[in-house]
């Protein structure tokens, strides 16, 4: 049974950098075609992608916002860290990560029920 | 960056009735789009990737269809629990891995 679980920071206030860890259990990291990513939704808008690594520790980053973001695992602990610098209210949205198994494409079966981050001094 | 538009941005059909949504991407994405349910404040769940293959336990009344530009993603006969947001997704070329802005399906 696959299961991705956000924690981290429901406030931070505008300039800090944040930080969310994704817990998941029912498959490795390790395993070849297997890839986590972050994906973030402001209220009541759009999805928008952030950020993936794949078993080989490749990893990718929007393009707009690639200069504030880092991604990083830790496959000994099944977790999956997104830092993201400078934090501004129009950062407020809620964070979600995702499994991607390659085989079936880039596509995310497999999905957190998300953290809500607020920004706000 | 491959920019995806869906349209309508809210549809209103009746249960019982046909759901037809679109996604048009702005350059061709192949096959590789992907379609996602929504319901309010849950995370959005995988139906259709390939354009046109249903992930594991999505019902037979949700297909998708098209290739290219153009796609389609088609509710034969509308459940309660199927009003919701849908999206579309493009994973032909990236990053960015790219959504649409939704179609809110609601009752008519």
């Known amino acids: 049974q696959v299961t991705l679980r956000e924690s981290g920071p429901a406030l931070v206030k505008p300039t800090q950098t944040l930080t969310l860890t994704c817990t998941f259990s029912g498959f490795s990291l390790s395993t070849s075609g297997m890839c986590v990513s972050w994906i973030r939704q402001p209220p009541g808008k759009a999805l928008e992608w952030l950020a993936l690594i794949d078993w080989d520790d490749d990893k990718y980053y929007s393009t707009s916002l690639k200069t504030r973001l880092t991604i990083s695992k830790d496959t000994s602990k099944n977790q999956v860290v997104l830092t993201m610098t400078n934090m501004d209210p129009v950062d407020t949205a809620t964070y979600y990560c995702a499994r991607i198994l390659y085989s079936s494409g880039w596509v995310f079966d497999y999905w957190g029920q998300g953290t809500l981050v607020t920004v706000s001094s | 960056e491959i920019v995806m538009t869906q349209s309508p941005a809210t549809l209103s059909v009746s249960p019982g009735e046909r759901a037809t949504l679109s996604c048009r991407a702005s350059?061709?994405?192949?096959?590789?789009l992907a379609w996602y349910q929504q319901k309010p404040g849950q995370a959005p769940r995988l139906l259709i990737y390939g354009a046109s293959t249903r992930a594991t336990g999505i019902p037979a009344r949700f297909s998708g269809s098209g290739s290219g530009t153009e796609f389609t993603l088609t509710i034969s006969s509308l459940q309660s629990e199927d009003f919701a947001v849908y999206y579309c997704?493009?994973?032909?070329?990236?990053?960015?891995?790219?959504f649409g802005q939704g179609t809110k399906l609601e009752i008519k």
């Open positions: 997704q493009q994973y032909n070329n990236w990053p960015p891995l790219t």
């Open positions: 350059q061709s994405v192949s096959s590789n």
